[in-house]
Nanobody, 115 residues
Framework: QVPLVESGGGLVQPGGSLTLSCAVA????????IRWHRQAPGEQRHEVAY???????GYADSVQGRFTISRDDSKNTAYLQLNSVKSEDTGVYYC?????????WGKGILVIVSS
């Protein structure tokens, strides 16, 4: 496992935007597939976005067209851009890095969508 450091969470108004970052420490991002997961209050954690080592992307239906996942291997950092946020986007967001059968998780970062 490698340490993952998430940042960028906080309070955002409905319709607003926020960018989450996931920095990979003690390794190089280029070795990893990256997923962002969300756990809403009282619900199970589920995947919302994915980016492969080569930049292929996938999104959950609930965020398609509003969220954008990206990566900057030169900075060892992956991002999740949240646009047009809704109250149901509230939750703890977890960065997940996978290199074949090795999985690493961040501690999670809280996003609250509220006016």
């Amino acid at each position: 496992q490698v340490p993952l450091v998430e940042s960028g969470g906080g309070l955002v108004q409905p319709g607003g935007s926020l960018t989450l970052s996931c920095a990979v420490a003690a390794s190089e991002l280029r070795f990893f597939e990256i997923r962002w997961h969300r756990q809403a209050p009282g619900e199970q954690r589920h995947e919302v976005a994915y980016i492969s080592r080569t930049g292929n992307r996938g999104y959950a239906d609930s965020v398609q067209g509003r969220f954008t996942i990206s990566r900057d291997d030169s900075k060892n950092t992956a991002y999740l851009q949240l646009n047009s946020v809704k109250s149901e986007d509230t939750g703890v967001y977890y960065c997940h890095a996978q290199n074949y059968d090795v999985h690493s998780w961040g501690k999670g970062i809280l996003v609250i969508v509220s006016s």
